[in-house]
């Protein structure tokens, strides 16, 4: 399966950004989806996922202003953005892991076996 990150631009601080996440190659409908991001000098750092089941997990910092969702007829995952801040830039990757990860798996960047390439995400004060 290859992943197709995309959406990523330059916002102003209280903007919004939809980032798509699509799948070849195969279905995805049955993976759990994850998005993580990275920012200069720091650890990739998970940001949200979404399982088979719709249930959706994320990281403190962005609950209540990102959402994970996804559309199995076009077999892709987005990331809905909104209230962003400065702090939110890096470059946002989407990734594919087992339905099977036990909700305290789920941010730890090692337990995805593929990832796509990232999405560059800058928020300006």
């Known amino acids: 399966v290859q992943l197709q990150a995309s959406g990523g631009g330059l916002v102003q601080a209280g903007g919004s950004l939809r980032l798509s996440c699509t799948a070849s190659?195969?279905?995805?409908?049955?993976?759990?989806i994850s998005w993580f991001r990275q920012a200069p000098g720091k650890e990739r750092e998970f940001v949200g996922a979404?399982?088979?089941?719709?249930?959706?997990f994320y990281s403190g910092s962005v609950k209540g202003r990102f959402t994970v969702s996804r559309d199995r007829a076009k077999n892709t995952a987005y990331l809905q953005m909104i209230s962003l801040k400065p702090e939110d830039t890096a470059v946002y990757y989407c990734a594919l892991g087992s339905d099977r990860l036990i909700a305290s798996s789920l941010f730890l960047a090692n337990n995805y076996d593929s990832w796509g390439k990232g999405t560059q995400v800058t928020v300006s004060s």
């Open positions: 979404i399982r088979r089941g719709a249930s959706t």
């Open positions: 190659g195969r279905s995805i409908s049955t993976d759990t």
